[in-house]
């Protein structure tokens, strides 16, 4: 009997923007999640990418986003509506901004992996900007940004 053997993913793959398709990479990334989301997401603007969030959340996954107070409360930001669908939302009321951008999907599984770099969650990030994204598929990249994720959740309890 012959064995199918799928292909491995990189533990590391690179995409840019504008123009690039990175918005498109993010919502896959999104979209491939199971069982958890962590977002710490500066802006979060891009309808689509808000939608990929929301869908996560709907489908069962256990999904928190923490996003920066003043970037929450621009006119385009879609924190409130996360919010309103149920998610847990919280934001940032630390000294300064809360500049991260990154997603950890799925920590606790060994299809983990993280989403980073400047690429904000906008889409003036995918059409205008130029942005990079890094999707890191190493534990120990995993883990310390869900232990930075944790520790900023717990800083900004309500």
Known sequence: MRRL?????????????????????????IDHTTTTLDVAVYSLTHPRIAKAVQDAHERGVAVRVLTDKVQAS?????????????????????AGSMHNKFAVSDAALPSRAVALGSFNWT????????????????RAVVQACQDEFGRLWVANAP
């Open 5 to 29: 053997v799928m292909p491995r993913r990189p533990y590391v793959s690179t995409y840019f923007s504008p123009d690039r398709g990175a918005a498109d990479i993010v919502i896959g990334f």
């Open 74 to 94: 621009s006119k385009y930001s879609m924190a409130g509506a996360l919010d309103e669908a149920g998610l847990s939302v919280r934001l940032d009321h630390q």
């Open 123 to 138: 889409k003036s990030a995918d059409e205008r900007n130029a942005e990079s994204l890094v999707i890191v598929r190493l």
